[in-house]
């Protein structure tokens, strides 16, 4: 399971890949640490409530605290103001938890109908794309929902220091 991490960054640049009515997914993050060196995420998931308290705002320090959904991809839980008031919606992450769970369902429904025809046109090579399908599915219904949960989120928030209420 993914451990939340707290990484100080400046934003340089990004793109938006994909914007919905709570969150948006970020993709091509450039990032400058305190140090200077430049790193990129190659994808990034953000509430809105955190994008519109200035998450994102490039040229401006930055405290995150994120989780790895994959090798590539992040969820922003919580950021940290210059000021020092760490601002996060443990709600609407739960939102983006039940999603998750939703977009599993499909994955495993959809497998074995979408292995059959992709097997058929493919002389039955396409029958590997159902473990594949079968392991997003457990991903989204299982382990996805398992990071988000709130009270993980808070014992993890409570390790770096932030009471949440």
């Given amino acids: 399971m993914s451990d939340l991490k707290k990484i100080e960054l400046t934003i340089k640049n990004y793109n938006v890949k994909n914007t919905a009515d709570i969150d948006t997914l970020y993709s091509q993050v450039r990032c400058e640490d305190g140090e200077g060196k430049t790193f990129y995420f190659k994808e990034v998931c953000m509430l809105d409530y955190l994008k519109r308290h200035g998450a994102i705002v490039t040229d401006k320090p930055r405290t995150w605290y994120y989780k790895h959904l994959s090798k590539k991809s992040i969820v ?90």
């Fill in 76 to 165: 922003l839980v919580a950021f940290q103001k210059a000021d020092g008031k760490v601002e996060y919606d443990l709600d609407h992450l739960r939102l983006v938890a039940k999603s998750s769970i939703l977009k599993g369902v499909v994955f495993a429904v959809a497998a074995i109908p979408a292995a059959l025809i992709i097997a058929t046109a493919t002389f039955g090579v396409g029958l590997l794309f159902a473990p594949v399908c079968f392991f997003y599915a457990y991903r989204s219904l299982f382990k996805i929902p398992r990071m988000l949960r709130r009270s993980t989120l808070i014992n993890e928030l409570a390790a770096h220091g932030v009471t949440v209420q």
